[in-house]
């Protein structure tokens, strides 16, 4: 048997990048053994890859050996050219690139990538002696795209392409290339939300796209915009897509296999060996570490697919692909029946098979011409090499077969006689066959293939259907892109594949004429939304696609967008009887507008919106200036101040009465005029009074209000010469909050009490499922407590029942507002907490009277977090250490302040202290 060297194909990603460990030693005759190629770094690998195959070569495809960008786009054009691809450093030519460049006697040298992959220095140098075409572009999808578009210039068919993701890593091309080279098409690269230069190639080709690749690789965004026809989904690692790829495309492994390590970031071996798997049509293998599962499917597959005249070639050394790896195929190839027995090989010296390609990649067969006959020995007179297509340098005659493909493989038949391959037709259809063609010296064989187009349909009604269906095909495939943000032209295509025309109607041709330019609305108009439909026509077949347009409407001027915030411009409340502050926008934040304001009284209604109520109304022109860039408008609202009430008080419970109304109103000043028991009211009896409304009246206690007499100025009296006083109230919330939160806490008190109170119940069981309810549903909110911060929700019951945190003053109004409501008599209290003789921090908590006798009651220390040490308890424990307790122990730890001291009663009693209850005999606890 011949000593048999097999060429190497460069019609995959060549990608020889980072280390790898093979050199192109010799291959030794089949044996039924696995071959094993391996040796040193890549450029001499690739250096001896190319005069391993080639002996002459009028065309070099030159790469960097520093990345596998550049060398994406260069492997289907070095398939297409026939030529070795060579690596070289980026700033300098090496030893092994220049001497392999002069041994093939090269002519033409093709430069992948720009000057920062092959600098200014390597190209000048070559310019003396070889002819350059320079590929090149900004990034490596321009390089990509000017590559695919000289393999146009080189007769490559545009019909059908691949596209893959060559840029977030290349697992998904690595076993997509061997394919495309196999099949004649071009590889176009994406990124996972980048397809630009791709589209721009399949729309000006009317290209039908493939693309490899999960969602998360190509998003649906990016096929969409290729026109995608097809997507292959990898799996869920780079060794599951491998053989999901195998088998999606039905690579068969009948002469040819080859199995290369792909572990981590060990890419080199697998690239080197896709080279050859996309020559010779052949599976390319990914293998994992020895003993990994991924490493046992792809045994596996071997296995399952390998014949016993498969010549199986390991690419790596024993490092990346363990003895126990080949032997383990070796025994698989043992066991077919087909397989071949030892025999002694000739010398090394005997002459190889020599491989040119079939450069003509395709032929035509139409109704005027039912058959072809084709020579092979001048086929690539055709195409752009003028080498033989199959040569046997030692003189052999070469035998010829055929392999048919694809789906109208049965509609057409091919004989071969000598070197002449004669295809005829069956039958009158219109498609694509694929036929490879065999070339045997008896031994071995090399083989490629070429493609014949056919349409000899002269049936004037099988023309109808078939242009039905091209229409509906490229209906279909027709996508404007995103269509609901339109601000430009929209490229509107009139002519589709297979010789589809594209005729547009719009709805608004004011908005979208039928060409597609874009006329955008006034800002006032808002966005217009109008209807193109497209149609599609074949000779007699038509089809309709409808694609709604959201087209934007133009962007407002600083002049309209002040005039809407003018139009828009409002004041809440009555402006004719103002009594409160009035709340002024300072930004218009939708229009982007500022607005100040401008009072014409600052004494009465201030620029801010205060208000200082006399003992007259008052009239008041306020001004809003909206203003945005250089524009400024005016608009005047006019305002009644109301003058205060004229509010008399004769006694404390009076005067305390109008102040609890003022605060349930929510207003910022009163006047009063005092008379009789307390016309004689001095500054430190008033603060007392004061202060005492916040225990007399806990359920208007919200937003923190803090009361402020009005001093004269002589300071010597609060009273005005007519017995007045005044009194400013201050709040942390706004008016609209306050009311929003009472209306709330009411509300949400109904919906407790129709929840825990069931018919039947006690007083005293009342008050113990309300007390558990707010210590399980509330959480102290320590952060603030220890920070001392005090907000207007953690002193309320709107905190502690609605938002469920608080502290002492939010549980206690809580509990006294649940009380009110079960209609148990009830009291709020403040004062401070006590630890030993010392004074502690501001404290609240309730009383409560049952059977006509009082109690104290301290929900916040009965809180699981929270006890009067701050020590934590269980959260599954309520506790009931401070249930209803007589003041000789509870005055231990509480001391009222001096209004619950004079005015609120002892307690004394112990009947309903929680030690002294049987919960047993409880409506509350199942009985």
Not at 136 to 152: I, Q, S
Request: contains cysteine.
């Amino acid at each position: 048997m011949k000593k048999f060297k097999r060429a190497l194909a460069s019609s995959t990603i060549l990608a020889l990048v980072l280390q790898t460990n093979i050199v192109g030693g010799n291959v030794k005759a089949y044996d039924g053994q696995v071959k094993r190629f391996e040796g040193n770094n890549r450029y001499e690998t690739a250096a001896k890859l190319a005069t391993f195959n080639w002996t002459k070569s009028d065309n070099i495809v030159l790469v960097s050996g520093e990345g596998y960008a550049d060398a994406l786009s260069a492997s289907v054009l070095a398939k297409r050219l026939n030529a070795p691809i060579i690596l070289t450093n980026p700033n300098n030519l090496n030893d092994n690139a220049r001497q392999t460049i002069g041994k093939l006697k090269a002519k033409n040298i093709y430069v992948i990538g720009g000057e920062a992959s092959i600098s200014s220095k390597i190209r000048n140098g070559l310019k003396d002696n070889y002819k350059l075409i320079e590929l090149k572009g900004r990034d490596r999808f321009e390089t990509n795209l000017n590559v695919a578009e000289e393999m146009v210039k080189l007769g490559v068919d545009t019909s059908e392409v691949m596209v893959v993701n060559g840029k977030d890593g290349f697992s998904d091309a690595l076993s997509a290339a061997p394919i495309a080279a196999a099949n004649g098409q071009i590889l176009l690269i994406v990124s996972k939300d980048n397809g630009k230069t791709a589209t721009e190639f399949i729309q000006k080709h009317n290209s039908k796209a493939t693309v490899i690749g999960t969602r998360n690789v190509v998003s649906d965004k990016i096929y969409n915009s290729l026109g995608a026809s097809r997507r292959v989904d990898g799996g869920a690692n780079r060794f599951e897509t491998n053989l999901k790829i195998l088998k999606e495309f039905n690579v068969k492994s009948d002469t040819h296999l080859y199995i290369a390590n792909s572990t981590g970031k060990g890419y080199a071996d697998a690239l080197v060996a896709s080279v050859l798997a996309g020559k010779f049509n052949a599976p390319l293998i990914l293998t994992d570490t020895k003993d990994s599962k991924d490493t046992e499917k792809a045994l596996k597959y071997i296995k399952d697919n390998i014949k016993g005249t498969t010549e199986i070639n390991a690419v790596g050394g024993k490092s990346v692909i363990p003895e126990s790896v080949t032997e383990n195929i070796n025994k698989y190839i043992e066991k077919k029946p087909d397989s071949k027995p030892d025999v002694e090989p000739k010398p090394e010296n005997k002459a190889p098979i020599a491989t040119g390609t079939l450069n003509k990649s395709s032929y035509n067969i139409n109704k005027d011409k039912s058959e072809i006959t084709i020579n092979l020995k001048d086929l690539n007179n055709d195409g752009y090499q003028s080498d033989a297509a199959f040569v046997d340098p030692d003189g052999d005659e070469l035998t010829y077969t055929t392999i048919v493909d694809g789906e109208n493989k049965d509609k057409i038949g091919v004989t071969v006689k000598d070197s002449n391959i004669t295809i005829k037709t069956k039958e009158q259809f219109k498609g694509q066959v694929k036929i490879t063609i065999v070339a045997s010296d008896g031994e071995k064989s090399v083989s490629d293939f070429f493609k014949v187009n056919v349409d000899n349909i002269d049936n004037k009604e099988e023309t109808k259907i078939i242009d039905a269906n091209l229409v509906q095909k490229e209906k279909a495939k027709l996508i404007l892109g995103d269509l609901n943000n339109v601000i430009g032209d929209l490229d509107l295509p009139i002519k589709a594949e297979n010789g589809v025309e594209i005729a547009w109607k719009s709805t608004n041709v004011n908005i979208v004429n039928n060409t597609g330019k874009v006329t955008r609305p006034k800002a006032t108009e808002g966005d217009a939304v109008i209807t193109l439909t497209a149609t599609l026509s074949k000779g007699e077949a038509k089809n309709t696609k409808d694609f709604v347009v959201t087209v934007k409407a133009k962007k407002f001027t600083d002049e309209e967008l002040v005039d809407i915030s003018l139009k828009d411009l409002k004041l809440e409340g009555n402006l004719n009887s103002v009594v409160d502050n009035i709340k002024l926008p300072t930004r218009d934040e939708k229009n982007k507008v500022d607005i100040e304001w401008r009072s014409s009284n600052n004494d009465i209604l201030s620029n801010t919106g205060i208000v200082k109520r006399t003992n007259k109304d008052e009239n008041i022109t306020l001004t809003a200036v909206v203003k945005r860039g250089t524009v400024k408008k005016n608009k005047e609202f006019n305002i009644k101040v109301k003058a205060l009430e004229k509010l008399v008080a004769n006694n404390t419970q009076e005067f305390c009465d109008i102040i609890r109304d003022v605060l349930e109103r929510v207003e910022p000043s009163v006047s009063i005029k005092l008379q009789e028991d307390i016309v004689d009211l001095d500054l430190s009896e008033l603060l007392m009074l004061l202060e005492s409304i916040y225990s007399r009246y806990p359920e208007v206690d919200y937003g923190c209000p803090e009361m402020h007499p009005k001093i004269r100025d002589d300071q010597d009296s609060f009273q005005s010469p007519e017995g007045e006083v005044n009194i400013n109230i201050t709040y942390k919330l706004d008016k609209a909050t306050i009311e929003m939160e009472k209306a709330a806490v009411k509300v949400k008190v109904q919906e407790i009490i129709n929840n825990v109170i069931k018919e039947g119940m006690s007083d005293v069981e009342k008050e113990l499922v309300l007390h558990d309810y707010i210590v399980k549903n509330t959480e102290y909110n320590m952060d603030n407590h220890n920070k001392k911060i005090i907000l207007p929700d953690d002193c309320n019951a709107y905190g502690v029942l609605v938002k469920r945190i608080g502290t002492s003053e939010g549980y206690s109004k809580a509990m006294y507002e649940l009380l009110k409501a079960a209609g148990i008599e009830c009291k709020y209290v403040t004062g401070i907490s006590v630890h030993g003789a010392v004074g502690g921090d501001r404290h609240s908590w309730n009383m409560v009277k049952l059977d006509n006798e009082w109690y104290n009651l301290d929900v916040t220390w009965d809180e699981p977090i929270f006890n009067k040490n701050g020590s934590n308890n269980s959260l599954d424990k309520v506790n009931h250490t401070y249930f209803n307790i007589p003041d000789n122990i509870f005055h231990k730890d509480h001391k009222r302040g001096n209004y619950e001291n004079d005015e609120y009663a002892k307690c004394t009693a112990t009947k309903y202290s929680y030690e002294n209850i049987d919960t047993s005999q409880f409506v509350s606890y199942g009985k």
